[in-house]
């Protein structure tokens, strides 16, 4: 136990008059002082570090070793060196040191756990650690220091072992920058050789399919952010620091894309999101935000309180900051999709669709990187919806769930140390083809192995007193008439806010006497309509508790198809109903040369036909068609961004044309006075290079790692800054283009 005391903070927040920080160095200040002070207050004195209530044992507390190191981050910036060292020198008693044990150098997840349990406490334990020693080192007693040398080199010795794969996202991002920059200052040419051959595989991979595999998460998104911007801010290296950049700078451009600024929501699919930021509508991307823009719009309940954030060098590219501050109130662009692969090879892509009243995201198959448990995966929004509405709160938010045994939020904990509550899980496989407003969704069973009572498909509504109206078939539902039984080929219709959402459930298979489609309210008030494929006493399913075996005759069938609309485009439901009878579903199953069991599901609405093929036998979704053709999803299609590997890409006005390879290009055009263009090129693989726009032609005959932005505002000289590990050879620029200094 340390003999130093840590003296408490003032209060959490600043009173709600207290207004916002103006500039950012200011918001910065603000973020650390809140971040110290919470900090302070959570320190346990009888224990010596940082803890919170035990979320399993009320009355008892819990501590995390990384939230003591951010203690003593800020305690060293304070000039607090004995206080912060008995920290350092409490969390370093968590390492695991014994030489027989298959994790020595990793961290136990909670300081009194008996064992290493979370294999990912090395991870955040370094991301602390490095900080620390990188701005405070030699501030430390140097028996301490001695110390923190050996914790860190048995750490990347667990790091080497891990390996952990770059489909773990932001795991593996904070991997890469532990063995890059412990490596580096330990002076350990093997760690960082190693950590240069794992970040050029990621680098790679990621490139290679658009978006990051553990795409569009609220709360991860900013992990990422963090890890590559803490990257950039210590690695020597100069190609993996200009690769840092521009990889940060695209992962911000893939989370800002899906910013709905119409309700301020992060819109789907999400592949990983908590409950909390889920409904509150905050997340750790909605505080790095507001560090580096201050809009109001993102906070809610005062400022963010963090060490970490306010410690590491974030910057806001120029493109994101005037794609997010050009959209303000309903969107001036009518209607607009965004469309991104995460993992090509797999067939995890993801689509967005943006109106002036509601954003729809659908993800093509479930979320997952081969653990199958409830730690990381199973928090996927597969579908989700957000919508523009009045009052309190100022938006709607409409999402499925495939629920085994009536498993809701409450009842489902994903590791001892997280509530119950931190999630609702999606407990089914998924797939889905969207187009527009329209989309086909489908869920099919994971392995059943335990018996079973309850099987169903749940679209969840907000709260049913706090929406305008429900229709089924045409007829207004009371509120009171709850629970309200669904006929297979009827659509349940809810009027709410600025939106018309329309739910057609398909024909389900059923696995017992009950399979029942009703319209009633969930656990927390919520509207859901539930689809039954089971209902009934609890057993075990022979057929289904493997997906294989000598019953199988594969998986069951259970969807919907869902339209969203505009309030404004209909004059009544009546005109709404009247579009939704016109509109075609078919499903079937058939036999192939390539599946005993091909389920084939065509949703034809208005001028709109998607189709999407999934294999029953082997739980898996196959081609999906929009308007007749197979759909080839882009790595990344937007208004603002591109990329791609065919050679050719172009978006607005510009065209960017080089050799086939991963490449990217940037148009804002919509406002005159920050029109510019950029073309980046991520790998050190060099293309030649032919980028035309509006005002000419600029080519290249070599064009590297690193980008180009072509500057052109109203009323000025357009301009053309290099940003690239080397020069490209054979610039050739058009008349009126000069090169900045």
């Not at 593996?172 to 330990?186: D, T």
């Not at 187009?435 to 679209?459: C, D, F, M, N």
């Amino acid at each position: 136990m340390p003999d130093r005391p840590i003296g408490r903070g003032g209060p959490a927040r600043p009173p709600a008059s207290t207004p916002a920080p103006a500039t950012r160095e200011d918001r910065v200040a603000e973020i650390r002082r809140l971040g110290t002070e919470r900090l302070r207050r959570a320190y346990d004195p009888e224990r010596g570090l940082v803890g919170s209530d035990a979320p399993w044992a009320p009355g008892t507390r819990a501590h995390r070793p990384p939230d003591s190191l951010w203690l003593a981050y800020a305690l060293l910036t304070a000039g607090e060196a004995g206080a912060a060292a008995d920290l350092v020198a409490l969390v370093l008693e968590t390492q695991e040191r014994s030489r027989e044990h298959p994790h020595r150098g990793n961290f136990r997840w909670l300081a009194d756990d008996q064992e290493v349990t979370d294999l990912n406490a090395v991870q955040f334990a370094l991301r602390a650690l490095l900080p620390l020693l990188l701005a405070h080192g030699p501030a430390l007693p140097a028996p301490l220091l001695d110390h923190c040398r050996v914790a860190v080199r048995l750490a990347l010795e667990e790091q080497e072992r891990l390996a952990v794969a770059p489909t773990y996202t932001n795991i593996h991002l904070m991997a890469l920058y532990s063995l890059l920059v412990g490596g580096q200052w330990l002076g350990d040419g093997r760690f960082a050789d190693l950590g240069h051959e794992r970040w050029d595989a990621w680098v790679a991979f990621t490139v290679g399919n658009g978006a990051p595999h553990e795409y569009n998460s609220p709360g991860y998104g900013a992990t990422d952010l963090s890890a590559l911007a803490a990257l950039h801010q210590h690695v020597a290296d100069p190609r993996v620091r200009l690769q840092a950049r521009l990889l940060y700078e695209r992962i911000w451009l893939h989370l800002a894309l899906h910013l709905h600024r119409s309700t301020g929501q992060h819109a789907g699919p999400h592949s990983r999101c908590y409950w909390e930021a889920m409904t509150a509508g905050r997340s750790g991307l909605h505080d790095l935000l507001w560090r580096e823009t201050g809009w109001p719009w993102l906070l809610d309940g005062g400022p963010p309180a963090s060490v970490e954030l306010a410690s590491t060098e974030h910057w806001l590219p120029d493109a994101v900051r005037g794609w997010l501050a050009g959209r303000p109130g309903p969107d001036p662009l009518a209607a607009y999709e965004v469309r991104e692969t995460a993992n090509r090879a797999e067939g995890a892509d993801l689509t967005t669709y943006f109106t002036p009243s509601y954003a729809l995201g659908t993800a093509s198959r479930t979320y997952g990187i081969g653990q199958d448990d409830y730690y990381i995966e199973h928090q996927a929004n597969h579908l989700l919806l957000h919508y523009r509405r009045a009052g309190e709160p100022s938006w709607g938010m409409v999402y499925s769930r495939y629920v085994v045994n009536d498993r809701h939020r409450g009842t489902l904990s994903a590791a001892p140390d997280r509530p119950a509550t931190a999630n609702f899980y999606d407990q089914g496989n998924f797939a889905a083809v969207q187009q527009r407003g329209k989309a086909v969704a489908l869920y099919a069973l994971l392995p059943q192995p335990e018996p079973v009572a309850s099987l169903k498909t749940v679209v969840v509504f907000p709260p049913v007193a706090a929406l305008d109206e429900v229709w089924v078939d045409g007829r207004r539902v009371p509120k009171g008439a709850l629970p309200r039984p669904v006929r297979l080929g009827e659509w349940v219709v809810v009027a709410d806010g600025d939106v018309y959402i329309g739910v057609r459930p398909l024909e389900p298979s059923r696995l017992g006497r009950e399979a029942p489609l009703v319209l009633e309210r969930g656990p927390q008030g919520e509207l859901w309509l539930s689809v039954y494929n089971y209902r009934g006493p609890a057993k075990r399913f022979w057929d289904y508790a493997s997906l294989r075996g000598a019953f199988w005759r594969g998986n069951l069938r259970a969807g919907f198809a869902l339209e969203v609309a505009e309030r404004r485009a209909y004059r009544s439901p009546a005109a709404l109903f009247d579009h939704l009878r016109r509109a075609v579903i078919r499903d079937a199953v058939a036999p192939t040369a390539a599946s005993p069991a091909l389920r084939t599901v065509t949703f034809t609405s208005g001028t709109d036909t998607l189709q999407l093929l999934y294999d029953l036998w082997s739980t898996a979704p196959g081609e999906r068609r929009l308007g007749g053709e197979v759909y080839d999803p882009p790595a990344l299609a937007s208004p603002l961004a591109v990329q791609g590997s065919s050679g050719r890409l172009a978006v607005g006005q510009a065209t960017l044309e080089t050799a086939p390879q991963p490449v990217w290009l940037i148009a804002r055009e919509d406002d005159a006075a920050t029109r510019s263009w950029t073309a980046v090129n991520p790998t050190d693989r060099p293309t030649p290079l032919r980028l035309e726009t509006p005002l000419g032609v600029l080519t290249a005959e070599r064009w590297g790692l690193g980008r180009l932005e072509w500057h052109a505002p109203a009323g000025e000289a357009p301009s053309l800054a290099v940003d690239a590990l080397r020069p490209p050879e054979g610039l050739r620029l058009p008349a009126g283009l000069t090169l900045r200094g």
